[in-house]
Nanobody
Framework: QVQLVESGGGLVQAGGSLRLSCKASGRTFSMDAYGMGWFRQAPGKEREFVAA????????YYKDSVKGRFTISRDNAKNTVYLQMNSLKPEDTAVYYC????????????????????WGQGTQVTVSS
């Protein structure tokens, strides 16, 4: 079994920054072979894709509205994936979740929600105007 724990959310003014972390753990689990994704869910809306990074860090993909503002990265030694969020906007307000790609060593990152498993509990990001 794999557990994902997100952290780093909070309340920030528009234009501010936050860095989210997602740590993966499990009895013998290593995330080296798995892509990771960040999704978010605003009140009354579907959970949507934000960013993803391939198992080797080579493939990265962003939702159009966050390109140039958000950066996804990973540290396999720490079993952790990060989401650096700059120039935050009120429309970024949501609960942010990380997920583990169900397919190891996937060549191309996927943005499909159903391809991610082992969701964490989420971390709230609130951006005030």
């Amino acid at each position: 079994q794999v557990q994902l724990v997100e952290s780093g959310g909070g309340l920030v003014q528009a234009g501010g920054s936050l860095r989210l972390s997602c740590k993966a753990s499990g009895r013998t689990f290593s995330m080296d072979a798995y892509g990771m994704g960040w999704f978010r869910q605003a009140p009354g809306k579907e959970r949507e894709f934000v960013a993803a990074i391939s198992w080797n860090g080579v493939g990265i993909y962003y939702k159009d509205s966050v390109k140039g503002r958000f950066t996804i990265s990973r540290d396999n030694a720490k079993n952790t994936v990060y989401l650096q969020m700059n120039s935050l906007k009120p429309e970024d307000t949501a609960v942010y979740y990380c997920g583990l790609d169900r397919q190891p060593l996937r060549a191309v990152v996927t943005t499909t929600r159903s391809e991610y498993v082992y969701w964490g509990q989420g971390t709230q990001v609130t951006v005030s105007s």
